[in-house]
């Protein structure tokens, strides 16, 4: 049986160490890598092609939501299942609609992980039993709406990921090494987002993405 190769994510060193010996001793799983950030997280995805994700929501330099997005975009056969301290169901919705497909809280017993990884791997949906089924229903449901912002949806798919990293106060040259594109296309997405919503600092994009919703402030890490 060839195992389910799993990369752990988490800015806490005892953390992933903790989630490594859960994992290693279970016949079915290979711990192929450990990431301490977003960025690491995504490019790691990008070379090591592992079929679980195992992300904590709270990451530095690339807020949770937006490395969900960037990873399913680069690596789409690569499943994503989030730990997570929030218990409220907005939270696993929001995870889900990035392209998250298991919602794990941190407070659950450590077989809840382990059978998240093979539930999700096996191609369903998984949520802690502390959040209500009913979560995945309304995913499901609403997953072919687009979301309304004025302005916003304006923006292309790639300028809306630039958006992001901005806000987050990634550089040029850092986007375009997270994006894998050059920092004259980057520059170009730039101008043509100050135009589209009028704004151009960091700050100014923290605070239009916060109040138009796509940054919740218990996700962003600066």
């Known amino acids: 049986m060839t195992p389910i190769k799993v990369l752990i994510a988490d800015d806490h060193a005892m953390v992933r160490e903790g989630l490594r010996q859960l994992l290693e001793p279970q016949a079915d799983i290979e711990v192929v890598g450990e990431a301490s950030d977003g960025v690491e997280a995504l490019d790691l995805v990008r070379s090591l092609r592992p079929n679980i994700l195992v992300l904590d929501l709270a990451m530095p330099r690339m807020n949770g939501l937006e490395a969900v997005k960037l990873i399913r975009d680069a690596v789409p056969e690569t499943q994503i299942v989030i730990l997570s301290m929030h218990e409220k169901e907005a939270y696993a919705h929001k995870v889900l609609s990035a392209g998250a497909r298991g919602y794990v809280l941190k407070g ?115």
Request: net charge positive; with cysteine; glycine share 4%.
């Open 108 to 222: 659950e017993p450590s077989s809840t992980l382990l059978t998240a990884i093979r539930r999700v791997h096996e191609g369903e949906f998984f949520l802690s039993p502390n959040i209500r089924s009913e979560v995945i229903n309304s995913y499901v449901k609403s997953r072919k709406k687009k979301p309304t912002a004025e302005g916003y949806d304006l923006l292309s798919e790639r300028e809306q990921q630039v958006f992001l990293l901005l806000a987050e106060g990634n550089t040029t040259i850092q986007i375009s090494e997270i994006l894998c594109i050059s920092s004259k296309t980057v520059e170009k997405h730039r101008a043509n987002i100050t135009k589209k919503l009028g704004i151009s600092t960091p700050i100014e994009m923290i605070k239009y993405a916060i109040r138009i919703g796509v940054i919740d402030p218990d996700f962003w890490t600066p």
